[in-house]
């Protein structure tokens, strides 16, 4: 016999618990939402149930309904005069008790004409700087290569661990503050307010998921460094993506699901740890995404991008795909104001 009675055992319990199989059929009572492809209504009634679904687990449909009432109150509290950039930190009111402090960063010289814009987001240990420093190299400096490429960028910090308001979730805030920088970047005059995206790495990816996925304002998301399914999450990382009902209704291609058809480009690197975010699992999770934007007729707004790299940001890939997707069809390449 191959397996003593015990070891057949835990094999059992380890497959229940999904860990043999990354994304093979999920244990019983999750996942329970999942996409099937059908029709283009179908997906939207899809999306529409799962996104309502979500924002209430998130515990974000009262201040959904509610923004109206809050004033940004943005002020400018610091400038700098950066190579190719101006970068300004701002405060703005996220929720009726809190605020923010965000890094903005506009084209210098600013071309004419409404720009582009895009919410850059950091991973664990980040701040709102870390897509502007140079130090930081898993990041090649994305916040300041775009605003060099004639994007307006925004950034805030998604770091914490604790939850700041009572009756709020972890998620929940760091995503509301994300919604906030898009209400700020759409106030601006120099922003076009169709043409708002959002990328980030790591913990910055998934938030960037979770923004492309919930708030439909965003036109294009990279999210790096994290395409990959819950059961690997499980284990060997921080637990702080997870809250209550979540994994009895979706795993990450659902979520990434929700951006269809609206353009997304993972992107996971060749050189991520077997424990990470290992590139046959993204291409595994990308054939479970890809379903919808063909339902949606919009097959070519999907892609997986995947790098020689680690766990960091393909830069170059990066901007293609925003430029691609986010700049005016007839704008000059290589005019000299970076439009
Ligand atoms: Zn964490």
Redesign the pocket.
Known sequence: MPFSHRSLQSILALALAGVLAPGAAPSEGQRTMRYKAGSANAAHAWQQDVRGQLAELLHLTDLAKSRATIPLEAETTGREDRDGFILETVRLRSTKGRSITCALAKPSPTPSGALPAVVCIHG?QGTQMTPFNPKEDIYKEFGAALAKRGFVVISTNVGQ?EVYETGRTLMGERLWDLMRCVDYLQSLTEVDPKRIGCAGLS?GGEMAMWLGAMDERIAATVSAGFLTYMDQMEQNH?I?WKFDGLRERVDYPDIYCLIAPRALQCQNGLKEPETQFTVPLARKAMEEVKPIYRDLGAAGNVELLVHEGAHEIALEPLIAFLDRHMKRPTAPQKDPAGR
Do not use: F
Request: charged content about 0%; aromatic content about 0%; glycine content about 0%.
């Open positions: 664990h661990h913990l921080c702080c």
